[in-house]
């Protein structure tokens, strides 16, 4: 007899926050069952702030107490809510028939680094959960967390659960990683500013990479990358629906690439308002290179991350989380630089593999831009992404603007 394929089924939060939600997550693991699949369920905490359980409403619990508290006991407190939404789960998917038990990041083999809040996964013990299902079990994992070497309990960072999953799916040399959510895929533009917006049906890795980072929010980039790695296939479905989402992987690119031109290479438009710009003056003469160094090297110091990084004589510019701009701004001072700080700008990319070294690209770009009266402040690409910097009061209508020039609808 075949050996049974396997597939790693992960929910978000919205999809486990109730009752009837939790009846339809139970019919879909069950018509996994039903189709010879052996199971592992994957849940983050259920539901959003407000709701009893969510990680921003645990969150919340101690930020009234008024104090800071450590990132070891910040975790702690976090990866609550997931084990809570497990036991939760495994108790529903028992009351319909389903033989089924609820285990923690670290039970189910889950490593990470001690970096609390924010940890890597370092790797994925497959013994504890080969042995569930070889019991006939549904394992029902939490997500967003792991142990570290020290037997702490460490969570991933936003989006943490879908790394959990599809780290989970390659340990275990998973058929499909699916991740449940409540769209109904990845969309050419995010639907609420743009309602003409349209799944996309396939799309690469590097691509889904590529949108993630620049702000689309149906799969973590992290989740991503460690499914590229392992080449495990991603599908990006809804959980309120039957539609068959999106599949990520590379075999469409073909007819892309037979066929480039720049109106039908682009698959998405990405948009971030959560960023703002530091603006540098540096010194012209021999220790220009040195300063460089020393601000990229403060910012890495203090864990900030920079993009749309660009360096000229006597100016160095990029952008940061807000959440990160205040601190950058001050460690730029700091090293004795005059910084212009802007907190009203945003990130609108287009994303599309087929798009490297095609000319008339960035031509196509600003002429959308320019069309609809849209300042450029600053650009970068990469082989799979051209990004701009616009006014944040002018972001929803680059967005529009470049969905429409690009054929996207």
Known sequence: ?????????????????????????SQIVQGALQEGFLSVVVVSAPGRLGDAYATDTLLQLVANEGAKVPARESDLLLSCGEIISSVVMAAHLRKDGVAARALTGPQAGIETDGSFGDAK???????????VLEEGLVPVVAGFQGRTPQGEIATLGRGGSDTSA??????????????????????????????EARTISAIDYDELFQMAQAGAKVVHPRAVEVARQARVPLRVRSTLGDAAGTVVGGARLQDLWHARRPENTVVGVTDRSDVGELIAATPLGSERTEVEARIFQALAG??????????????????????????AGRLLGEL????????????VAIVGSAI????????????????????????SDSHSSIACLVPEARRIDAVRALHRQFHLS
Do not use: C, W
């Open 1 to 25: 007899m075949a050996a049974r394929e396997l597939i790693v089924q992960k929910f978000g939060g919205t999809s486990v926050a109730n009752y009837e939600r939790r009846e339809r997550v």
């Open 121 to 131: 996964i370092l790797r994925v013990d497959p013994a504890a959960l080969s042995g």
């Open 166 to 195: 599809a780290a989970i799916g390659a340990a275990l040399g998973a058929a499909y990683v699916d991740i449940y959510t409540d769209v109904d895929g990845v969309k050419t533009a995010d639907p609420r500013i743009v309602p």
């Open 356 to 379: 490297a070294g095609l000319p008339g690209v960035m031509a196509t770009l600003m002429a959308a831009l320019v069309a609809a009266g849209v300042e450029v402040l600053e650009t």
């Open 336 to 347: 004795g630089l005059a910084v212009q700080v802007r907190d009203d700008v945003a990130k």
């Open 302 to 327: 203090r864990g900030i991350s920079a993009d749309m990084i660009s360096v000229s004589p006597g100016r160095v510019a990029f952008i940061v989380t807000k959440s990160h701009l205040a601190e």
